[in-house]
């Protein structure tokens, strides 16, 4: 604690009086300052002790005073400490009534006392308490690391919480708390999560104050570089003190190095993660899981999918796509406790391999729902896959991504594209160029009023070749239908009796959307 005016009053050395203000002497002193200016608010900042021995003032005139007081009070000035036996024997009756009337503290100063007396008490004072505040800095640096060290961030976390008499929260990429104590307070750190994902669109290190003064909380970023790898909430009724600052500073030390692994590391983890992968993706499993060891779990066993996510083009983000997107897979795989493959490729390209039904593919799902077309990704999934067949797995994510890109969708899964028509594969500018080129002619020909060979092309086709249905349906003679299609086979020099024929002129009615009924 910094000094009180209490605590100067009980110095024995300084034999200071109090005649105003008695009830405010727990009042902290930031400073002790001399001053005679009958005006020395200009250069007041709040929390002095100012002393004076009333040399300009006009100390008998009531309402003088009143102002002189009311001044002090509003820049924030703890009390005045007035020395007499110097311009006058004793405190002016005006200014004492004026104290005592605002509630000033007011304290009488001994001729045989000087300021500088009173001063070097208040620095000693506030010296000692900064010493006092470093040194328990110190020992809670010390605790901190230690539970780091044996228990990890949660005990980080505890510790912290109950050094700030208050709550702390430690979250994730995702903006999601993993650790809260004490636990009465997973509902306020859940609430917080907007507030997270704000400070992680920030460049690191940020900070934030959120709430009010009865539930006052201060975030901090964690992470080396310029993007967020994570957050730090503690929450508390008033300001942090100096002691308390210095633990919070230091969980963030420590809640960084526990969160940011080291770059070689990450590094090596990626070139074994990428060893894997292709030993998986050749159809070697079991050297697969004897490079592996235990590092991914029973991953590589099955079922598992395959996602392939390359960067959407057009506006470029403000960071690289694809490592926020592992970023989030990876903090949802944490959470859940489940193991994840993820081996970038540059920039370019993600490759992930994730358990079939996990968090890891549910996040990528609402990830791609939420935030693909803000993030900039396109993502293709494969169908459950085990580990002889993940090359398989492989191409089904390939196939999938580029019908994603092509439909101009964030995410695409292959057993969408198994289990429903073909038809939505059309929708693309070469086939539908293709399509018109190969109807032109027989467009041509209608648009000159001798016949409809479109339509009566596409009644022969989706009757399969039945003359009679297929003339019922044009309302004409089946004769008049059979001159139709030789006249079909005469424009376009292709015979209808051959299947891939018929194939091709039916897909390319449905992809100009000629081909409905």
């Given amino acids: 604690m910094p000094p009180t005016l209490a605590s100067l009053v009980q110095h024995s050395a300084l034999k200071l009086v109090v005649r105003a203000g008695e009830d405010r002497l727990d009042t902290p002193v930031r400073w002790a300052h001399v001053s005679e200016l009958a005006d020395p608010v200009p250069y007041m900042e709040g929390g002095e002790l100012l002393l004076t021995t009333a040399l300009t003032l006009d100390a008998e005139d009531p309402e003088a005073m009143r102002r002189y007081v009311r001044r002090l009070l509003g820049a924030g000035v703890v009390g005045l400490g007035f020395a007499v036996g110097v311009n006058h024997e004793e405190i002016p009756a005006a200014l004492l009534e004026a104290a005592r009337e605002e509630h000033l503290p007011l304290l009488e100063v001994p001729r045989r006392t000087p300021f500088l007396a009173i001063s070097k008490a208040v620095s000693a004072a506030i010296s000692a308490d900064q010493y006092r505040a470093v040194t328990a800095g110190f020992e809670v640096q010390r605790e901190l690391t230690r539970a780091a060290l044996a228990e990890g961030p949660d005990a980080v976390v505890a510790r912290l919480a109950a050094h700030v008499d208050g709550w702390a929260a430690l979250y994730d990429t995702a903006g999601k708390p993993v650790a809260v104590s004490p636990e009465w307070a997973a509902r306020r750190a859940a609430r917080l999560t907007p507030d997270v994902e704000r400070l992680r669109e920030r460049p690191a290190p940020a900070s934030a104050v959120v709430g009010d003064t009865d539930d006052r909380v201060e975030l901090q970023s964690l992470g ?12 508390t009724g008033a300001p942090l003190g100096t002691g308390e600052r210095y633990a919070v500073h230091s969980a963030i030390a420590l809640l960084t190095l526990t969160t940011e692994r080291s770059r070689s590391l990450q590094a090596a983890e990626q070139r074994l993660g990428a060893a894997v992968l292709r030993m998986m993706l050749a159809g070697q499993p ?50 859940a406790g489940e193991a994840v493959l993820a081996v970038p490729e540059g920039e370019q390209r993600l490759l992930v391999l994730a358990a079939d039904g996990g968090a890891v593919v549910t996040a990528c799902e609402g990830y791609a729902a939420r935030e693909a077309e803000e993030a900039g990704v396109v993502v293709g999934l494969s169908a459950p896959a085990g580990p002889i067949a993940a090359a398989a797995a ?14 101009g969708r964030a995410l695409v899964e292959h057993e969408d594209l198994a289990a429903g028509s073909v038809l939505p594969l059309l929708a693309d500018d070469a086939v539908r160029a293709f399509a018109d080129g190969m109807l032109r002619a027989l467009r041509d020909h209608d648009a000159t009023g001798r016949g409809d060979l479109v339509a009566s092309l596409r009644a022969w086709l989706s009757r399969h070749g039945q003359w009679d249905a297929a003339a019922a349906d044009l309302g004409v003679h089946r004769h008049t239908l059979r001159y139709r299609m030789r006249r079909v086979e005469e424009i376009l020099g292709r015979s209808l009796d051959d299947p891939d024929v018929r194939m091709e002129l039916w897909l390319a009615l449905k992809a100009t959307g000629e081909g409905a009924a």
């Fill in 224 to 235: 080396t570089g310029r993007r967020v790898r994570g957050a730090l909430a503690v929450g």
């Fill in 286 to 335: 079991d050297h697969a899981r004897a490079v592996a060891g235990d590092v991914y779990g029973g991953l590589l066993d099955a079922p598992f999918r395959i996602l392939v996510a390359e960067p959407a083009g057009g506006e470029p983000a403000s960071e690289p796509p694809l490592p926020v997107l592992a970023e989030a897979l990876e903090a949802a795989a944490a959470r």
């Fill in 394 to 407: 492989y191409k089904q994510a390939e196939q999938a991504l580029s019908v994603a890109r092509r439909r």
